[in-house]
Antibody, heavy 126, light 114 residues
């Protein structure tokens, strides 16, 4: 069965960086893209960006450009999200989510997300 | 960026009654080339990740009860729970995926039991 298992909770100081991992299993990793979505306490969902596990192409939300980097390691079927220059308003639960459609089926637009990781709480506090 | 606006922010419905949630996009999410609306609905319960309910605006994900249905086209969409059950208490989000390798979510609608 498809699973996305994320790394554990992190506490960081303002200005630091955090790197969250998302280990996939139960499917061919390189056939699907991965998005990262975050949720501040008591707030809604915010899409952060997307990475193709096939060729490493990325697309980041404009507000995070320059502070976020998404990568994959196909040898371990793991996706990573690194966020730098952390601020208090980056405190949130961070989720990875799998594209519902395979990369070669997405000819226009994007896709919904059918499997999600359990979430990783990142707390930014001095 | 396409902005998604949900209404209401919250609603309370009696068990067995209908719940209706609306979602409006700032531009059409209908691709004329394939006549598909790039709109999904998710359910999120406390402490859990979101769960995909509906995609292509009206296609139920496998395993989703048929009391959940999606409708609408272009810029205006609706999620309907035909007969609310206790386990449906959650926050519901719409999402557009019209933009290339990008997405935005609505602000969410909290559904409670009256």
């Amino acid at each position: 069965q498809v699973q996305l298992v994320q790394s554990g909770a992190e506490v960081k100081k303002p200005g630091a960086s955090v790197k969250v991992s998302c280990k996939a299993s139960g499917y061919t990793f390189t056939s699907y893209g991965i998005s990262w979505v975050r949720q501040a306490p008591g707030q809604g969902l915010e899409w952060m960006g997307w990475i193709s596990a096939y060729n490493g192409n990325t697309n980041y939300a404009q507000k995070l450009q320059g502070r976020v980097t998404m990568t994959t390691d196909t040898s371990t079927s793991t996706a990573y999200m690194e966020l730098r220059s952390l601020r208090s308003d980056d405190t949130a639960v961070y989720y990875c989510a799998r594209d519902r459609r395979k990369y070669y089926d997405i000819l226009t637009g994007s896709t919904s997300f059918d499997y999600w990781g359990q979430g990783t709480l990142v707390t930014v506090s001095s | 960026d396409i902005v998604m606006t949900q209404s209401p922010d919250s609603l309370a419905v009696s068990l067995g009654e209908r719940a209706t949630i609306n979602c409006k996009s700032s531009q059409s999410v209908l691709y004329s080339s394939n006549n598909k609306n790039y709109l999904a609905w998710y359910q999120q319960k406390p402490g859990q990740p979101p769960k995909l309910l509906i995609y292509w605006a009206s296609t139920r994900e496998s395993g989703v009860p048929d009391r959940f249905s999606g409708s609408g086209s272009g810029t205006d969409f609706t999620l309907t729970i035909s007969s609310l059950q206790a386990e449906d208490v959650a926050v519901y989000y719409c999402q557009q995926y019209y933009s290339t390798h990008s997405a935005t979510f609505g602000g969410g609608t909290k559904v409670e039991i009256k």
